[in-house]
């Protein structure tokens, strides 16, 4: 398999294949100025995770909340919370760190033109996104609706989920076009499948030729 493309450098006056813009996008998905900034907001969710789960296993005495003082101690504390722990077996701030760390990880791997080399990469970290954001969402309804209390630092969480939705969906989205125009153009599963796992060859590379000669709105 070629990586001709990965290590290729920038000509004078071109620009590099690995950061070409990707329609509808004017903005290449993969590029580290959108993944950087994912990384980071899920190491910080990662680590105010694991201060709750620290409360979670009886580690510490108290959680942090500058808004709703100990009100943070009732949610974490509920019912609600009871149920899913015994329902998953874990405490359901240390699902979250994991989540928040597997985002930061699969964020950092892979080269700037992943969602073409690396389409199992790319979903794999939608798939691990895109379903922390729908559970945020779950638990804040239920502070709201079931527990009648609020927490602080899940709301930001919560906040910090929907925006790593935002920012992923953009490169998910060109793993998935990309894979659409192989079977689209060929509908052999057996290239489609060479596709999803990021081989190279020419009928392949003339798919993502035809997404990125697609015009940008």
């Keep these: 398999m070629s990586n001709a493309l990965e290590t290729s450098r920038p000509i004078a006056g071109h620009t590099s294949p690995l950061d ?55 949610v974490i504390k509920s019912d609600t919370a009871e149920k899913m722990y015994r329902l998953l077996g874990v405490h359901d701030a240390a699902l979250g760190v994991l989540a928040y760390l597997g985002d930061a990880i699969l ?41 009648g209390q609020w927490c602080f630092l899940c709301l930001v969480t919560a906040t910090i989920s929907l925006t790593l939705v935002y920012w992923a969906w953009d490169e998910v989205r060109a793993s998935l076009s990309y894979l659409k125009i192989v079977w689209n153009d060929h509908h052999d599963r057996r290239l489609l499948w060479n596709a999803f796992w990021g081989y190279r060859c020419d009928q392949l590379d003339a798919a993502a030729d035809k997404l990125l000669s697609r015009e940008v709105p």
């Design 107 to 147: 964020g950092l791997a892979g080269s700037t033109r992943r969602w073409q080399y690396r389409p199992w990469l790319v979903i794999l970290f939608g798939i691990d996104v895109i379903p922390l954001g729908i559970v945020s969402v779950f638990l804040v309804l239920c502070q709201a609706f079931v527990i």
């Design 20 to 74: 070409r813009t990707v329609p509808p996008y004017r903005h290449n998905p993969s590029a580290w100025s959108q993944r950087i900034p994912i990384c980071m907001l899920a190491f910080v969710a990662a680590i105010i995770s694991s201060h709750l789960a620290l409360f979670q296993w009886g580690l510490t005495d108290s959680v942090w909340d500058p808004v709703f003082g100990d009100s943070s101690s009732k």
